[in-house]
């Protein structure tokens, strides 16, 4: 049973537009949450994270949102750029983040020129 | 500083051969863990090194897989009589024990079995 879930496999935007990510999960316990982006033959790379006491955490270009009565989480990327095509990982851990993490399968989002 | 340094980047072996996989963390960071994707699934947590507790090896899919950490630092993921299932991108990742610290991850072993 999936903890996570990011139901979007892949997702296409033009470049200059916002791209909103979004995951979901189940575990009421989870109370801290990560982006991670993945370009091919690389490992994850962290990008953003909130803790589940904010319902936002701003980062430049990145805005990651948090619903918590909807176990609903979501990135934005605006504007969004060439170099942001890559898979997107949406990832949750209980205790603050001091336990490992549980993944979704990702996102590939794609900007186009 | 250096990241996690992962090797080899990349493994064919037969089926029934064992496999070593080999993570080298960053240094300082007392956290390691390994976690796999396989094809078109997300990150699978495999298990879990804390300094010198006993491992969180709740994730690990059978008794054909193993880990160490030695001293601390360097981890190996063994993987005995292989099967194509095993085939896989292992990755590994290393944090600070504080509350919000990210997992810095390496670039991962590309597992191949024939």
């Known amino acids: 049973d999936q903890q996570v879930k990011q139901n979007s496999p892949s997702l296409s935007v033009q470049e200059g537009r916002i791209s909103i990510l979004n995951c979901d999960y189940t575990n009421s316990m989870f109370d801290y949450f990560l982006w991670y982006k993945k370009y091919p033959a690389e490992g994850p790379t962290f990008l953003i994270s909130i803790s589940s006491i904010k319902d936002k955490n701003e980062d430049g270009r990145f805005t990651v949102f948090l619903n918590k009565s909807a176990k609903h989480l979501s990135l934005h990327i605006v504007p969004s750029q060439p170099g942001d095509s890559a898979v997107y990982f949406c990832a949750a851990s209980a205790r603050g983040g001091a336990d490992g993490l549980t993944f979704g399968k990702g996102t590939h989002l794609i900007i186009q020129p | 500083g250096a990241g996690v340094s992962q090797s080899p980047s990349n493994k064919v072996t037969e089926k029934g051969k064992d496999v070593e996989l080999r993570c080298d963390p960053i240094s300082g960071h007392t956290a390691l863990y390994w976690y796999r994707q396989s094809l078109g699934q997300g990150l699978e947590f495999l298990i879990y090194?804390?300094?010198?507790?006993?491992?969180?090896k709740s994730g690990l899919p059978s008794d054909r897989f193993s880990a160490e950490r030695t001293g601390g630092s360097v981890s190996t993921l063994t993987i005995q009589r292989t099967q194509q299932e095993d085939s896989a991108v292992y990755l590994c990742?290393?944090?600070?024990?504080?509350?919000?610290?990210?997992?810095?991850f390496g670039n991962g072993t590309r597992l191949t079995v024939t």
């Open positions: 990742a290393s944090s600070l024990v504080q509350l919000g610290s990210p997992l810095h």
């Open positions: 090194f804390q300094g010198n507790s006993a491992p969180d």
